[in-house]
Nanobody
Framework: VQLQASGGGLAQAGGCLRLSCVASGRTFSSQAMAWFRQGPGKEREFVAAVRWSGDSTYYADSVKGRFTISKDNAKSTVYLQMSPLQPEDTAVYYC???????????????WGQGTQVTVSS
């Protein structure tokens, strides 16, 4: 599976961004998808995940109510809508695919290249 993430950039606190991750090379519809992030000097942390069917979503407490993950199997794309953004959301965001939803990054075998999100106060 090849994953290509995009949509990062610079935003002000209270603003919004939408990340996209396009998958190719395998049956996207059967894959669970997730977003992780890694801030400066921090470990990679779970942000959100969606089941292969798209009917169940999971969020870290820090983003619950602000971020929304969605999966479009017809477009082989997973999205992360982020609003309102906070300075502590600043990180490199990675999309990942795997056989099932998990909170541990080691459970995902395929990763995108990462996209930088910077939120100014």
């Amino acid at each position: 599976v090849q994953l290509q993430a995009s949509g990062g950039g610079l935003a002000q606190a209270g603003g919004c961004l939408r990340l996209s991750c396009v998958a190719s090379g395998r049956t996207f519809s059967s894959q669970a998808m997730a977003w992780f992030r890694q801030g400066p000097g921090k470990e990679r942390e779970f942000v959100a995940a969606v089941r292969w069917s798209g009917d169940s979503t999971y969020y870290a407490d820090s983003v619950k109510g602000r971020f929304t993950i969605s999966k479009d199997n017809a477009k082989s794309t997973v999205y992360l809508q982020m609003s309102p953004l906070q300075p502590e959301d600043t990180a490199v965001y990675y999309c990942a695919s795997g056989l099932a939803v998990a909170y541990n990054p080691k459970s995902f075998g395929f990763w995108g290249q990462g996209t930088q999100v910077t939120v100014s106060s």
